[in-house]
């Protein structure tokens, strides 16, 4: 069982920057791909970036390349999301998520989640 805990949501203006931190529980973080969602009104949940177990391979999606980086700190069981440059479009619920496994089938890459955190609130005022 691994509990998730974010924190580092908040109120920015666009063109602002925050961090988001995802703390896990649990002996076995370092053995989990980990990711971030995010979740706006009225809209489906959406995959924002996942990091490999070891820290070495990670993927954002195109909205957020650029903007954001996923990293993560296996000592101290926290992965991470910074997020710059930031635009209205982006506030959203932001979801941790451990145990993520990708399956690509064409252009489509869809995600199968072992856990969940509970979210955090981003808000990026205009």
């Known amino acids: 069982q691994v509990q998730l805990v974010e924190s580092g949501g908040g109120l920015v203006q666009a063109g602002g920057s925050l961090r988001l931190s995802c703390a896990a529980s649990?002996?076995?973080?370092?053995?989990?791909?980990m990711a971030w969602f995010r979740q706006a009104p009225g809209k489906e949940r959406e995959f924002v970036a996942r990091i490999s177990s070891s820290g070495v391979v990670t993927r954002h999606a195109g909205s957020v390349k650029g903007r954001f980086t996923i990293s993560r700190d296996n000592a101290k069981n926290t992965v991470y999301l910074q997020m710059n440059s930031l635009k209205p479009e982006d506030t959203a619920v932001y979801y941790c998520?451990?145990?993520?496994?990708?399956?690509?089938?064409?252009?489509?890459?869809?995600?199968?989640?072992?856990?969940w955190g509970q979210g955090t609130q981003v808000t990026v005022s205009s």
């Open positions: 649990g002996r076995t973080f370092s053995s989990y791909a």
């Open positions: 998520a451990a145990g993520v496994t990708a399956q690509s089938t064409g252009d489509m890459t869809s995600y199968r989640v072992d856990y």
